[in-house]
């Protein structure tokens, strides 16, 4: 009966601290501008949790790595929303022609792609900006269904807290730890 309990009781506790990391993340990205670290920060303490490294509590752990990650993630952050600009402003120029949308489509699949690796990978190495896009890039494309299988928990994320809102305040955490237990696989 010990078992059960103990293992019934981890259980309980992972869901809290999920439930806690994501409360966090929320309320730290409620200035627009902190996304990016709050994002990274929230992938830096699942990814102590999937390498086994014991944290000080969700609280710490997560502000130390949003302190640590403030000024990369930010400029970072500065730079991917211009080119989501660009990309939507070429969206609303060319949406008539045909080929140019498809140009455009293909170039928004690849931003997606390299999207859903910045974060597993800011938060699993320690280096530059450009190393971080190169990386992000050379994983996108030369790991395609790891890709599309990210962007999958990605969209169905999206598409659950559209159906049911509350869950905003849980699945955010649940999809960050599926899509870095994928990208940890790869990165080891």
């Known amino acids: 009966m010990n078992i059960l309990n103990s293992r019934m009781l981890r259980g309980i506790e992972r869901v809290v601290d999920l439930f806690l990391l994501n409360l966090i993340w929320l309320i730290v990205c409620i200035p627009v501008v902190t996304i990016f670290p709050a994002t990274t920060a929230m992938y830096g303490v699942i990814r102590k949790w999937v ?35 660009i990309i939507f402003l070429n969206y609303q120029l060319v949406h008539s022609n045909l080929l140019m949308m498809g140009i455009l489509g293909v170039l928004a699949l690849l931003f997606l792609s ?30 395609p269904l790891t ?42």
Request: proline share 2%; glycine share 6%.
């Open 51 to 85: 390498i086994g490294k014991e944290t000080d509590g969700v609280f710490r752990t997560f502000f130390g790595l949003f302190r640590e990650c403030l000024f990369q993630s930010m400029g970072l952050s500065f730079l991917w929303f211009i080119l989501a600009y």
């Open 114 to 143: 390299i999207t859903v690796y910045l974060f597993p990978v800011m938060a699993h190495f320690d280096t530059k900006w450009k190393h971080i896009i190169r990386n992000s890039l050379v994983m996108a494309i030369s790991y």
């Open 147 to 188: 890709t599309l299988l990210l962007i999958g928990i990605l969209l169905i994320s999206l598409y659950l807290i559209y159906l049911i809102p509350a869950l905003i305040f849980i699945v955010g955490s649940i999809s960050v730890y599926g899509s870095y237990n994928v990208c940890h696989k790869l990165f080891t």
